[in-house]
């Protein structure tokens, strides 16, 4: 692996002013201003203890971004993660896990600033990084080098060549790989066929540039819902992700205790979101 990205530290947003710059109906805080477009602010990070930064994230650590719709975040969103760090534990690397949440959608246009502050409030103790980049080399040139932590029918897309143009599939590996980057996938339970669908199986016999796609098996991590079932049980409960503005810990209605992970969100929440490069 690459060292930690060395970058200038980005501008600081200190606790103090946090809680004035996410108000509502206030001054243009961060979040608007990076919604808005406004002085060339490509990422805003909201560190584990709350504080806002312009730009993108910077470790110590080895970087890996999860990136998602998190409609809602679960515990199932937090053990992949939590899995795909203890997978680079074994390898003797130290990593961190900071979840990506794209604003921009190449079929749904750009997220709302109240949609944005319901998804970012379900955020606590964990890192998050807000971009607006749906192509994972647009990713990669972000905020790498790093890891992208995704499902496997993400991973089966990145490996479609008809989501590429004349660069092709290789081409854009090839940069993404320049740019120290590459991918950790889990396993996914498909709604369609009612089976599990494992992480080597989607990438078929021989993808190219195998080496850059670790996989985690079926004891590492399973997927056994999606979020289409917990939203549907969430209006059944009466109840929404997200609708309180302060920064709250997903409740136990958020994920079955079988939940291990969100892949079919990637699939039929943010199609854009999770494109290939």
């Given amino acids: 692996?690459?060292?930690?990205?060395?970058?200038?530290?980005?501008?600081?947003?200190?606790?103090?002013?946090?809680?004035?710059?996410?108000?509502?109906?206030?001054?243009?805080?961060?979040?608007?201003?990076?919604?808005?477009?406004?002085?060339?602010?490509?990422?805003?990070?909201?560190?584990?203890?709350?504080?806002?930064?312009?730009?993108?994230?910077?470790?110590?650590?080895?970087?890996?971004?999860?990136?998602?719709?998190?409609?809602?975040?679960?515990?199932?969103?937090?053990?992949?993660?939590?899995?795909?760090?203890?997978?680079?534990?074994?390898?003797?690397?130290?990593?961190?896990?900071?979840?990506?949440?794209?604003?921009?959608?190449?079929?749904?246009?750009?997220?709302?600033?109240?949609?944005?502050?319901?998804?970012?409030?379900?955020?606590?103790?964990?890192?998050?990084?807000?971009?607006?980049?749906?192509?994972?080399?647009?990713?990669?040139?972000?905020?790498?080098?790093?890891?992208?932590?995704?499902?496997?029918?993400t991973a089966s897309r990145v490996l479609n060549p008809k989501y590429y143009g004349d660069g092709g599939v290789d081409g854009a590996l090839d940069t993404i790989r320049s740019l120290g980057c590459a991918f950790v996938v889990a396993g996914r339970f498909d709604d369609d066929t009612g089976t599990y669908v494992d992480a080597g199986a989607s990438l078929g016999d021989s993808p190219p540039f195998a080496d850059m796609f670790s996989l985690l098996s079926e004891t590492d991590f399973r997927i056994d819902i999606s979020s289409t079932q917990l939203r549907k049980r969430q209006q059944q409960q009466g109840g929404s992700s997200g609708s309180n503005e302060r920064r709250q810990k997903p409740s136990p209605t958020d994920a079955d205790a079988n939940a291990e992970a969100d892949a079919s969100e990637e699939r039929e929440e943010c199609k854009g979101e999770n494109r290939p490069p």
């Avoid at 998190?70 to 992949?80: I, K």
């Avoid at 998050?128 to 647009?138: A, E, F, N, Q, S």
């Fill in 1 to 153: 692996f690459l060292p930690p990205r060395a970058a200038k530290q980005p501008a600081l947003l200190s606790l103090s002013h946090r809680a004035k710059a996410m108000k509502l109906g206030g001054k243009v805080s961060l979040l608007s201003r990076f919604l808005q477009n406004e002085g060339g602010l490509e990422a805003v990070y909201v560190a584990a203890n709350g504080t806002w930064l312009a730009g993108p994230p910077l470790s110590e650590k080895r970087l890996m971004i999860f990136p998602g719709s998190f409609n809602p975040l679960h515990r199932g969103h937090l053990r992949l993660a939590d899995a795909a760090v203890e997978l680079q534990r074994r390898r003797g690397v130290t990593a961190e896990v900071v979840f990506e949440l794209s604003i921009a959608n190449a079929d749904k246009g750009t997220m709302s600033e109240e949609t944005a502050r319901k998804r970012i409030a379900q955020f606590v103790d964990r890192p998050l990084v807000l971009t607006r980049t749906p192509l994972y080399v647009d990713k990669a040139r972000l905020l790498g080098p790093c890891d992208f932590v995704i499902g496997a029918d």
